[in-house]
């Protein structure tokens, strides 16, 4: 059964922008964290974004500025803004939660090309 789904990957030219959108079952939505994570080939999962259920965000150094992570608590969807995108951003993007055990979604693809 699946718990997370991601959306909105593609492919864009560097400086471009997409948005991510991750549809999440209740039971993990609700007062919970909300992650976006990425891996790239031949590299480990990193995370990008985390927003907790107050709505407070967190970046490390290398999207601050640039991704913004939000959530809508009424439709149980979180989402990841990407602007200024750059080629080292290009990875498969994962929607993550933790709710007694880790979930994960299947991954959508982001590429951006020089």
């Known amino acids: 059964q699946v718990q997370l789904v991601e959306s909105g990957g593609g492919l864009v030219q560097a400086g471009g922008s997409l948005r991510l959108s991750c549809a999440a079952a209740s039971f993990i939505f609700n007062y919970n964290a909300i992650d976006w994570y990425r891996q790239a080939p031949g590299k480990q999962r990193e995370l990008v974004a985390t927003i907790t259920d107050r709505g407070n965000t967190y970046y490390p150094d290398s999207v601050k500025g640039r991704f913004t992570i939000s959530r809508d608590d009424a439709k149980k969807m979180a989402y990841l803004q990407m602007n200024s995108l750059k080629p080292e951003d290009t990875a498969v993007y994962y929607c993550?939660?933790?709710?007694?055990?880790?979930?994960w979604g299947q991954g959508t693809q982001v590429t951006v090309s020089f």
């Open positions: 993550h939660a933790f709710w007694n055990a880790d979930y």
